[in-house]
């Protein structure tokens, strides 16, 4: 059974009931530019289906979880990032600040980033 949350703005943007900008589709996954990008590529890779976070992932998922990295170098090379190098990061959970509960890559390059990878102190995406 295909999973499904109608309150969640992901599946909504899966079910194109909300606009995105959208870099790539297929049967599995969907990836479109963040709304409020930390970089000059900031895509996400969404499952089509409604799973909450890597930690709901199970061996069911595996197609899934596959999906979403194999599409990864499809956004790259979409976005111009390839050759350049990029980053893939899944928030998972409240220390992680994770703030959409449907599992989601952010594809981010573009510039040249710091590791590790955390701020000095909590900031959300998007904010200063
Ligand atoms: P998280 O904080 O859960 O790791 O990342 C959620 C991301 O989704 C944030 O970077 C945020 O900017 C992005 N986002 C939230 N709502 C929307 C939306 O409606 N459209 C798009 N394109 N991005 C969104
Ligand atoms: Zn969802």
Redesign the pocket.
């Known amino acids: 059974m295909t999973r499904h949350d109608p309150e969640c703005?992901f599946c909504k943007?899966a079910a194109g009931q909300?606009p995105?900008?959208l870099i790539y589709r297929n049967d599995h996954v969907v990836a479109?530019?963040?709304?409020?990008p930390?970089a000059p590529v900031?895509a996400?890779i969404i499952p089509l289906e409604h799973i909450a976070s890597l930690s709901d992932l199970t061996a069911g998922d595996s197609e899934i979880a596959a999906e979403i990295l194999l599409a990864a170098r499809v956004v790259a090379e979409k976005t111009g990032v390839l050759e350049s190098g990029y980053r893939l990061?899944f928030?998972n959970g409240a220390d992680?600040?994770?703030?959409?509960g449907h599992i989601?890559a952010?594809l981010i390059g573009g510039k040249t980033m710091g590791w590790p990878p955390f701020a000095g102190r909590e900031v959300?995406?998007?904010e200063e």
Do not use: P, R
Request: glycine share 4%; net charge neutral.
């Open positions: 703005i943007i909300i995105a900008k479109f530019h963040d709304l409020n930390t900031h996400l990061v928030n992680a600040l994770q703030s959409v989601h952010h959300a995406h998007g």
